[in-house]
C-alpha cells in the first residue's frame, strides 16, 4: 500500500510547503491538495476563511520537492476548461519530472459557483458535462489529435504538447455514487473516496460490476481512499470526535487503532491510504503526528 498525506489549502504556503518537504523527507508516498476557493459554512469550513488555489499550490511543490507524487483531491470540472486543464496537467508534470495524479471531479459546492456565476447545474447534467471533459482531458493527454463534440465541449482536431512525462498520465476520479463508478470504470485510472472499510468494500464492489459491463479489468483501477483522523489516547475524545463528524468517515482513537482500519481498507482492496491533516494540529503537533503514523501504523502495511 502507497500512504500519503492530504495537506489543508487554508492553511499558509509556508506551513503547508513545511508540511509537504516534511512528508517527503519521512517515507510518505504522495501530496494531495483539494480545490476550493471558499469554504461551504460546514464540513469544509467558514465561507470567509483564506483558501489558496489548487493549481497554484500543485505547480509550486512540484518546484519544490523531488519524490513524492503529487495530486489534487479533486479538481473541479466546473471551473476550467478541459483542454485548459490538460494544457496546465502536461507541464506540471514536466516540472515535477513526473510525479503528478489528475485527479478530477465533477463538482458539487454550491456557494462557490454562485458567488463567482459559475455554472453548476443538476446531478444529471454534471454527469453528463463530465463524462465530456473526461474525454477531452484524456484525449488531449494522451492522444496526437483530438476530436470530441459533445452536448458541454467541442474540440476538433485539437492537439497539446508537449505530452506528459508519464505515458499515460494517471486519471483519478473522486466519486461513490454508481453514476460516477460509472465514469470511473470508463475514464480512469485511479479511483478515490471518502471511505470506511465496509463502505469501501461495497463501492468497490459496484465499481467492479461496471468495469464487467464494459470489458474493462477492475484491477486496472488502483483504489484510495481517506478519512479525518485524530489521534488520541482518550477513548471519550475519540468517540466525541467520531460522532461529531457525523456522515463524513473519521476515525479517533490510537496509531494501533488507525492500523485496524488501514488493515481493513487493505482487505477491501484499497490501495492508498490518505490521511488529511485537518485535525492533526498545527506546526510540531501535526509534524509529529506525521512521524507517528509512518513509524506505527505504514511499515506493516508498505507495498
Given at each position: 500500500?502507497?500512504?500519503?498525506?492530504?495537506?489543508?489549502?487554508?492553511?499558509?504556503?509556508?506551513?503547508?510547503?513545511?508540511?509537504?518537504?516534511?512528508?517527503?523527507?519521512?517515507?510518505?508516498?504522495?501530496?494531495?491538495?483539494a480545490d476550493?476557493?471558499?469554504?461551504?459554512?460546514?464540513?469544509?469550513?467558514?465561507?470567509?476563511?483564506?483558501?489558496?488555489?489548487?493549481?497554484?499550490?500543485?505547480?509550486?511543490?512540484?518546484?519544490?520537492?523531488?519524490?513524492?507524487?503529487?495530486?489534487?483531491?479533486?479538481?473541479?470540472?466546473?471551473?476550467?476548461?478541459?483542454?485548459?486543464?490538460?494544457?496546465?496537467?502536461?507541464?506540471?508534470?514536466?516540472?515535477?519530472?513526473?510525479?503528478?495524479?489528475?485527479?478530477?471531479?465533477?463538482?458539487?459546492?454550491?456557494?462557490?459557483?454562485?458567488?463567482?456565476?459559475?455554472?453548476?447545474?443538476?446531478?444529471?447534467?454534471?454527469?453528463?458535462?463530465?463524462?465530456?471533459?473526461?474525454?477531452?482531458?484524456?484525449?488531449?493527454?494522451?492522444?496526437?489529435?483530438?476530436?470530441?463534440?459533445g452536448e458541454?465541449?467541442?474540440?476538433?482536431?485539437?492537439?497539446?504538447?508537449?505530452?506528459?512525462?508519464?505515458?499515460?498520465?494517471?486519471?483519478?476520479?473522486?466519486?461513490?455514487?454508481?453514476?460516477?463508478?460509472?465514469?470511473?470504470?470508463?475514464?480512469?485510472?485511479?479511483?478515490?473516496?471518502?471511505?470506511?472499510?465496509?463502505?469501501?468494500?461495497?463501492?468497490?464492489?459496484?465499481?467492479?460490476?461496471?468495469?464487467?459491463?464494459?470489458?474493462?479489468?477492475?484491477?486496472?483501477?488502483?483504489?484510495?481512499?481517506?478519512?479525518?483522523?485524530?489521534?488520541?489516547?482518550?477513548?471519550?475524545?475519540?468517540?466525541?470526535?467520531?460522532?461529531?463528524?457525523?456522515?463524513?468517515?473519521?476515525?479517533?482513537?490510537?496509531?494501533?487503532?488507525?492500523?485496524?482500519?488501514?488493515?481493513?481498507?487493505?482487505?477491501?482492496?484499497?490501495?492508498?491510504?490518505?490521511?488529511?491533516?485537518?485535525?492533526?494540529?498545527r506546526g510540531?503537533?501535526?509534524?509529529?503526528?506525521?512521524?507517528?503514523?509512518?513509524?506505527?501504523?505504514?511499515?506493516?502495511?508498505?507495498?
Amino acid at each position: 500500500m502507497r500512504f500519503s498525506v492530504w495537506l489543508s489549502h487554508q492553511q499558509p504556503w509556508s506551513e503547508l510547503l513545511a508540511g509537504a518537504r516534511h512528508a517527503e523527507a519521512t517515507g510518505w508516498d504522495g501530496i494531495y491538495v483539494a480545490d476550493h476557493f471558499m469554504g461551504d459554512g460546514g464540513g469544509f469550513g467558514p465561507v470567509d476563511d483564506p483558501n489558496l488555489e489548487a493549481t497554484a499550490l500543485l505547480a509550486g511543490l512540484a518546484a519544490s520537492t523531488e519524490r513524492v507524487r503529487l495530486g489534487s483531491l479533486v479538481l473541479g470540472a466546473t471551473y476550467r476548461h478541459p483542454a485548459v486543464l490538460a494544457n496546465w496537467a502536461a507541464a506540471v508534470d514536466h516540472i515535477s519530472s513526473g510525479r503528478l495524479v489528475l485527479g478530477l471531479g465533477a463538482g458539487w459546492q454550491e456557494n462557490e459557483h454562485e458567488q463567482y456565476g459559475i455554472e453548476l447545474g443538476t446531478p444529471g447534467e454534471r454527469i453528463v458535462r463530465f463524462d465530456e471533459y473526461c474525454a477531452v482531458v484524456n484525449g488531449l493527454l494522451r492522444q496526437p489529435v483530438t476530436t470530441v463534440v459533445g452536448e458541454s465541449y467541442q474540440v476538433r482536431d485539437a492537439i497539446a504538447e508537449p505530452k506528459p512525462v508519464q505515458s499515460p498520465l494517471p486519471l483519478l476520479i473522486g466519486g461513490k455514487g454508481d453514476r460516477m463508478l460509472g465514469l470511473v470504470a470508463r475514464h480512469a485510472d485511479e479511483w478515490n473516496m471518502w471511505s470506511l472499510p465496509e463502505v469501501q468494500a461495497e463501492r468497490a464492489g459496484a465499481l467492479a460490476r461496471r468495469c464487467e459491463a464494459i470489458g474493462r479489468d477492475p484491477g486496472a483501477i488502483r483504489h484510495s481512499t481517506q478519512a479525518l483522523v485524530l489521534l488520541t489516547d482518550d477513548p471519550a475524545a475519540a468517540e466525541r470526535f467520531v460522532a461529531a463528524v457525523g456522515s463524513r468517515a473519521a476515525v479517533g482513537g490510537t496509531v494501533e487503532q488507525l492500523a485496524e482500519v488501514v488493515a481493513g481498507w487493505r482487505d477491501a482492496g484499497v490501495d492508498e491510504v490518505i490521511i488529511p491533516d485537518f485535525v492533526l494540529g498545527r506546526g510540531a503537533q501535526k509534524l509529529e503526528a506525521f512521524d507517528a503514523i509512518v513509524e506505527h501504523v505504514v511499515p506493516e502495511f508498505r507495498d
